[in-house]
């Protein structure tokens, strides 16, 4: 079965400085796609960035970066740069492309403190 | 403007009375899927549907119903809301995706509270 881990309930981190949330996937699928969300206090979810099975590089937005290591079967977020707006709760995803009905599995989340 | 809509985005009922949120897309996706979440607990699928007239449960469908006659609208129903069905509910959508490359487009959320 599908399955997101996430171990980091909660993290700080000093504002300007870079910080790794951490999830790792479960899979047997060849083909799947790891997505990033956030989510602020005011309750919306909002995408940050996709990781793809197949991709040869490590997924970039901005200030976001996804630490593929497929052999380990881990998918981090790395954020540069800490701003005071990053504080919210970040989520790690995976969808299958070929089993499970292409569904999408969520990890517990990761609540993101920024200190000023 | 592509959104999925849910609504309402706030409601208080009583134990026992019939409610259904609603939750439309305009996006023509096949993928639809329903979530809670608790604290600490991060989301939990509900139920998902990958298209119209079918549907599939997720990791805690108890207490819930859906349908998906037409393929813009996955509306989650309770048909006796207890107070353990207090959460705060979302709604997503994907177009089917063979290769997992898109992500899934969610409401705004529905808070609800069973007193």
């Known amino acids: 079965a599908q399955k997101i881990t996430q171990t980091q309930p909660g993290m700080f981190v000093q504002e300007k400085e870079a910080v790794t949330l951490d999830c790792t996937y479960d899979t047997s699928d060849p083909s799947y796609g790891l997505f990033w969300y956030k989510q602020p206090s005011s309750g919306e979810m909002i995408f940050l960035i996709y990781q793809g099975s197949y991709d040869q590089q490590n997924a970039t937005e901005g200030r976001y970066s996804l630490n593929f290591q497929k052999a380990r079967k881990s998918a981090n977020l790395v954020i540069s740069a800490s701003q005071l707006g990053d504080s919210a709760m970040y989520f790690c995803a995976m969808r299958e492309g070929r089993g499970y009905g292409q569904n999408f599995v969520f990890g517990p989340g990761t609540r993101l403190s920024v200190l000023p | 403007e592509a959104q999925v809509t849910q609504n309402p985005r706030y409601l208080i009922t009583v134990t026992g009375k019939k409610l259904t949120v609603t939750c439309s897309q305009n996006?023509?996706?096949?993928?639809m899927s329903w979530y809670r979440q608790d604290p600490g607990l991060g989301l939990r699928q509900i139920y998902y549907?990958?298209?119209?007239?079918?549907?599939d449960k997720g990791d805690v469908p108890e207490g819930y119903k859906v349908s998906r006659k037409e393929k813009r609208n996955f509306p989650l129903i309770l048909e006796s809301p207890s107070p353990n069905q207090t959460s705060l509910y979302f709604c997503a959508s994907s177009p089917r995706d063979s290769l997992a490359r898109t992500e899934a487009f969610f409401g705004q959320g529905t808070r609800l509270t069973v007193v």
């Open positions: 549907s990958m298209n119209v007239e079918v549907t």
């Open positions: 996006m023509n996706h096949e993928y």
